[in-house]
């Protein structure tokens, strides 16, 4: 157990439609990163948070968005799904630059 | 553009003896390299982190070597077992924040 919460596990929803993944990191780590991984690409970097604010951007569509409350738990907002958004999104923390901790990631299927 | 290969075959060894997976890389000066564990449906667990100033690291029956000359690591399992049977993952740091993986090699090792 990495101490690195995700909800829900499990997300099935239609084409069209918008979704909210949340992440609670461990306990102190300041910096929180979203991941996203399909089978093709693997696990793609898309945002990164730290202590609230937007530290770093990677492959995150413009229909993606991503928040980091004050209470250090993070969001991850998906808008307007199509099929191919289908994948596992997982969420980690960092204590230090460097390693990072992974939660069990939410499965999102999209029909 | 950037890119980190892993070997996309599956590793098939026999139980005891030494895994070696490799990792390159092209268009990367990284700080430091980590290797991971993913389990299928699971989020990856971070193993080992080598900086680019040392050769070696080794931890238990994990050892990784990392070149930054040849722009490649090597990571070993030592006395391997059934239950290192899983994917690893090689990664390396995007400009001190996020990081970049490669799609893994899958190890599979047999009694």
């Known amino acids: 157990d990495s101490g690195v919460t995700q909800t829900p596990k499990h997300l099935i929803t239609a084409t069209g439609q918008r979704v909210t993944l949340r992440c609670s990191p461990r306990?102190?780590?300041?910096?929180v990163y979203w991941y996203q991984q399909s089978l093709d690409q693997g696990l793609q970097f898309l945002i990164q948070?730290?202590?609230?604010?937007?530290?770093a951007k990677g492959n995150i569509l413009e229909r993606f968005s991503a928040q980091q409350f004050p209470d250090l738990h993070s969001e991850l907002n998906l808008s307007s799904l199509e099929l191919g958004d289908s994948a596992l999104y997982f969420c980690?923390?960092?204590?230090?630059?460097?390693?990072?901790?992974f939660g069990p990631g939410t499965r999102l299927t999209v029909t | 553009s950037q890119k980190i290969e892993q070997n996309s075959e599956a590793l098939n060894i026999q139980e005891g003896k030494t895994a070696t997976l490799t990792c390159n890389y092209t268009?990367?000066?990284?700080?430091?390299l980590q290797w991971y564990r993913q389990d299928p449906g699971r989020g990856p667990v971070f193993l080992l982190l080598?900086?680019?100033?040392?050769k070696e690291k080794r931890k238990e029956r994990l050892k990784v070597t990392f070149d930054t000359t040849l722009k490649q690591s090597l990571f070993h399992i030592t006395a391997s077992q059934p239950a290192d049977s899983a994917t690893y993952l090689c990664?390396?740091?995007?400009?001190?924040?996020?990081?970049?993986f490669g799609k893994g090699t899958s190890l599979l090792v047999t009694p």
């Open positions: 980690a923390s960092s204590p230090r630059v460097g390693e990072q901790y």
């Open positions: 306990s102190g780590d300041l910096s």
């Open positions: 948070y730290y202590n609230g604010e937007e530290r």
């Open positions: 268009n990367y000066s990284p700080a430091y």
């Open positions: 080598i900086r680019e100033n040392e």
């Open positions: 990664a390396l740091d995007n400009s001190g924040y996020a990081l970049n």
